[in-house]
Each structure stands twice: as structure tokens, then as C-alpha cells.
């Protein structure tokens, strides 16, 4: 399975952006689509997570700000950002909980994206 993670860039605080975040190869099902982030000198921090039944949890510091989603016929999931703020900017990486499958059974595994950069300038 592969993760592939698009949508940063450079935004003026207060700006939007939307991370998006397609997978692909051997998968049964996506149970959990996460987001997480990881700014410079700092811990790679939970930033949202949806389930597959829509169940969203999301980090005090983005509540009101953030909308996870997901699209589960194009197993890509989506952070849209909004009022976004300096302490936002990082390097956000999707992670997906998914049940895949080889020659020996099926099995579950979380998988990472590459990250991509969100830069928020003051």
C-alpha cells in the first residue's frame, strides 16, 4: 500500500489550504485516515483522524479550524484548513490504518504518506 499526501504550500495567516491524501495497492479497507504534523525542533503531534464510519477527532489546537474527510470510493482522505495561523505551519503526514491483503491473509497496518510542507507566514 502507498500513501500519496498533496495539497501544501506558503499561505498568509488567515488563508486556507486542502491536503489531500490518495492510497493505493492492496487494500480491503481503510479503517482510519489520520493527519499529523511535525513543525521544526518540535514532536510529530496528532492533528485529526476520521474513521470509516465518520467518526471525526481533532486536536484542541485546530477544533473550528480544520474539517477532516475522507472519500472512501477513491480511498483518499482530505484536511481542509482554514484561519490558519503562524504555529500551523509544519510538515503534515497522513496516516492510514488499513486492513490489506497478500498470498498469506489479510491483515491490518498503519501506513505513512510522504508529508508535504504548509508554510503560514504572519
Known amino acids: 500500500v502507498q500513501l500519496q499526501a498533496s495539497g501544501g504550500g506558503f499561505v498568509q495567516s488567515g488563508g486556507s489550504l486542502r491536503l489531500s491524501c490518495a492510497a493505493s495497492g492492496n487494500i480491503l479497507r481503510i479503517n482510519v485516515m489520520g493527519w499529523y504534523r511535525q513543525a521544526p525542533g518540535k514532536q510529530r503531534e496528532l492533528v485529526a483522524t476520521i474513521s470509516n464510519g465518520g467518526i471525526t477527532n481533532y486536536a484542541d489546537s485546530v477544533k473550528g479550524r480544520f474539517t477532516i474527510s475522507r472519500d472512501n470510493a477513491k480511498n483518499t482522505g482530505y484536511l481542509q484548513m482554514s484561519s490558519l495561523k503562524p504555529e500551523d505551519t509544519a510538515v503534515y503526514f497522513c496516516?492510514?490504518?488499513?486492513?490489506?491483503?497478500?498470498?498469506?491473509?489479510?491483515?491490518?497496518?498503519?501506513?505513512w504518506g510522504q508529508g508535504t510542507l504548509v508554510t503560514v507566514s504572519a
Open positions: 496516516n492510514f490504518q488499513v486492513t490489506t491483503y497478500s498470498s498469506s491473509g489479510s491483515y491490518r497496518r498503519n501506513f
